[in-house]
């Protein structure tokens, strides 16, 4: 191993600090140039633009804005759910007040220039192993790292702008420390650990897997350096569960002691003093969040069943394409930008690890971005920083032997940097690449959010809006009211109300809404979390779920008293998602089995040969008979439906009735291009009805927008 070690060696470098800021700089500009060119692309597109400026591109950014909005204004209503105690609301709140910018253009910048940061800590671990050069290539390589940059990019509003910067930031300060083996590198380590649980607290179990790593690295590499123990005496208390100006307090009169009594601090002491924090740690939580944390993304099921195991809810893990399988090629490009980067990273992270064995704590973070081959491709970010170091080690380990065939001088040098330049550009292509041709769209376009900046002036900040948990966050940053389900609010007890309202006949639908959010309310109000459809049918006296959502078919069924407006907020987006939307609801309450799928089916290139209309896959509409074939299969048509708007703006709707029995309806929505086949179950839900058809009953509904991409409707009940 020595050996190998031996042929490993890299020539050191001394840099002077000012050359060293000038490539941290450099690094840094390179990484903001990248993300600019996405502000170049969505520019030329006017419908991108609200209030003067380019919107943002994630809909979980719109959580962070209701707050830091809300903080702005001085306050929020009771149970809103604005995060104005959030970290990345806060800052945002402060940048506001004091930068000369607008909110909407903070927010569209601000992870950009937040998420570039990643270039400093992977430059300053270079320079800790005394290898800035290495450190500055594999500053340029994680700045624009494929995944990284997905989650950093202009506009990718999103705590993800530190979430990697951070632990890079801890990791920096552990090699510094085990580096250098100065107690002042003790308070560092506490406080990037403590900065890291504070802008997310899921830093709790990557904060621990880097601890544990580092005993290894000391038992194996280190086993009588007081000082490796002494760091893991400081990484306890930065994790512990205790407020955070006590953990400061304990840290420093910890520090002070060490120095006070560095000559009688013996190693004895010193691991009595780890176990003590140890057991604290333990005492204080252990490893709850880390099994919370295995339990949501690793060992996840179908469904989800309540506290009493009576009802059992679809699972939301199932439909978060974050939280999915992906294929091996998407899960190393994502890390490296290419399957051939990703195989030559790993071997220079595992040559890296041998030449410094310190690089061992990385390796928490290279396996939490492996969970992402079967646990979702969010977590390919962390591998990131480790990889792009281990690929830059390679490359200037192989410039160095390219260099070694000339003679030490000038042109050594120039051979070796021009090998190292070579190698580094090979690997940025592929990245830069996937950048230029990454056009992801804002997340809604102006003329919806025309539609919710409308609502918010009709509806009081107390009503609700109903709609599907992706579109929560921005229904309640632009229109300043309360939602049912969110980006954060969607597990399967609380889809289940909105999915039903949204794919269920409407006497059921409106029944269902006033439910849902007079008992969210009262859950609220009486500061518990209980499954509000079990909550409903004990009120009602009701066990069997079946039975009960039976009686919400009746306009008689008797609701609770109205205590705020509701309306529906339906967009043609969620016509894509509509048979997602349908699952939460689409099933055996009492034991979780799916119940058949309706039947959907669209097409947007479908052609008119006069005699039959062709779909595509097989499927076609004989119009002489009047019949569809599926396959093999033909059946008759119930109904045909054609809408198109007129130079009114109003929607026009035409009905042809062809076989009343017939389990099929056809509907052309002229102005969409859009052909669909529906079964009659998916034609009498409401978003159907009152989207596609504007088919409302006015018992029930109320039409308050009306427009091609987005439509509300009040409850009257």
């Known amino acids: 191993m020595d050996k190998l070690r031996d042929l490993l060696r890299l020539n050191e470098d001394q840099f002077n600090p000012w050359y060293l800021l000038v490539l941290v700089l450099v690094a840094y500009a390179f990484a903001i140039g990248m ?4 502000v170049g692309y969505i520019g030329d597109n006017a419908e991108s633009f609200w209030n003067g400026q380019i919107m943002i591109n994630t809909n979980d950014g719109y959580f962070y804005a209701e707050g830091a909005r809300d903080i702005l204004a001085g306050g929020n209503q009771p149970y809103d759910l604005s995060p104005i105690g959030n970290p990345t609301s806060q800052l945002t709140a402060w940048l506001a007040k004091v930068l000369p910018f607008s909110f909407e253009t903070i927010i569209l910048y601000m992870p950009a220039w937040v998420g570039a940061l990643i270039v400093v800590p992977v430059l300053l671990i270079g320079r800790a192993l005394k290898q800035t050069w290495l450190g500055f290539g594999a500053a340029l390589i994680a700045g624009i790292a494929w995944s990284y940059y997905n989650r950093t990019m202009t506009g990718y509003y999103d705590t993800d702008m530190l979430v990697i910067v951070l632990p890079t930031l801890v990791l920096w300060s552990l090699i510094l420390g085990v580096s250098h083996h100065q107690n002042r590198y003790l308070l560092i380590t506490t406080f990037t650990i403590i900065l890291y649980g504070v802008w997310y607290p899921g830093s709790y179990s990557l904060n621990l897997g880097m601890a544990a790593m580092l005993l290894l690295y000391t038992l194996i590499f280190d086993r009588k350096n007081i000082f490796n123990y002494k760091l893991l005496i400081f990484m306890a208390i930065a994790v512990v569960m ?74 939301v893990v199932q439909t978060v394409r974050e939280a999915g399988d992906i294929p091996f090629d998407t899960f190393a490009n994502r890390i490296s930008g290419h399957v051939v980067s990703f195989i030559l990273a790993t071997i220079g992270y595992i040559l890296m690890v041998i030449r410094y064995p310190v690089m061992l704590i990385a390796l928490p973070m290279v396996g939490l971005g492996f969970i992402a081959y ?50 580094t550009a090979l690997v940025l292509i592929p990245n830069i690449k996937h950048i230029t041709e990454y056009k992801v769209p804002t997340v809604f376009t102006a003329q919806e959010v025309q539609v919710l900046d409308t609502l918010g002036k009709k509806a009081s900040r107390e009503d609700y809006v109903l709609a599907w948990w992706d579109y929560g966050y921005p229904i309640r940053y632009y229109s300043d009211v309360k939602t049912l389900v969110d980006g954060g609010k969607h597990s399967g007890d609380v ?96 034991t ?9 089916y669209e097409s947007r290139s479908f052609k008119d040969t006069g005699e039959k209309i062709l779909l595509g896959n097989g499927i076609e509409v004989d119009k002489r008979t009047n019949r569809i074939r599926i396959g093999q299969q033909e059946v008759s048509v119930n109904a045909l439906y054609m809408t198109a708007y007129g130079p009114d703006g109003k929607l026009q709707v035409r009905r042809q009735l062809f076989d009343m029995s017939a389990p099929l309806s056809l509907i052309f929505m002229r102005s969409y291009n859009r052909f669909m086949v529906v079964d009659q179950q998916t034609l009498n839900s409401t978003y159907f009805q009152l989207f596609v058809l504007e088919s ?22």
């Open 592 to 600: 979780g089995a799916a119940y058949a799928r309706p039947f959907i």
């Open 696 to 717: 409302y009953d006015p018992e029930l509904f109320e039409p308050v927008i009306l427009t091609p991409l987005a439509k509300v409707y009040k409850l009257n009940r």
């Open 495 to 590: 889809n289940f109300p909105v999915s039903f309202s949204l794919t269920f006949p409407q006497t059921q639908s409106v029944n269902m809404a006033r439910l849902a959010t007079e008992y969210t309310e009262k859950a609220y109000h009486n500061k518990t979390h209980h499954d509000y459809l079990k909550s409903m049918m004990e009120d009602y006296q009701e066990t069997d779920p079946d039975i009960f959502l039976s009686r919400l078919e009746h306009k008689s069924f008797q609701l609770p008293e109205k205590t705020r407006d509701v309306y529906f907020y339906l967009p043609y987006r969620m016509m894509d998602i509509y048979q997602t939307v349908r699952l939460f609801s689409n099933l055996n309450l009492r």
């Open 35 to 38: 993300r600019m060119l996405w």
């Open 242 to 315: 205790l407020p955070i100006m006590l953990k400061f307090t304990i840290s420093i009169l910890l520090l002070v002691t060490f120095y006070l009594l560095k000559e009688r601090i013996d190693l004895k002491i010193v691991l009595g003093l780890l176990g003590a924090s140890v057991v604290v740690l333990a005492i204080t939580g252990g490893l709850g969040p880390i099994f919370a944390q295995l339990t949501a993304y690793v060992f996840r099921g179908e469904t989800a069943a309540d506290a009493s195991g009576t009802l059992h809810y679809f699972n």
């Open 374 to 423: 079967t646990g979702g491709l969010r977590f390919t970010v962390y591998a990131v920083p480790a990889y792009a170091l281990g690929i830059s080690f390679l490359i200037f380990w192989i410039a160095q032997q390219v260099g070694s065939f000339a003679q030490e001088g000038r042109n050594r040098t120039l051979l070796w940097g021009g090998a190292a330049a070579f190698g």
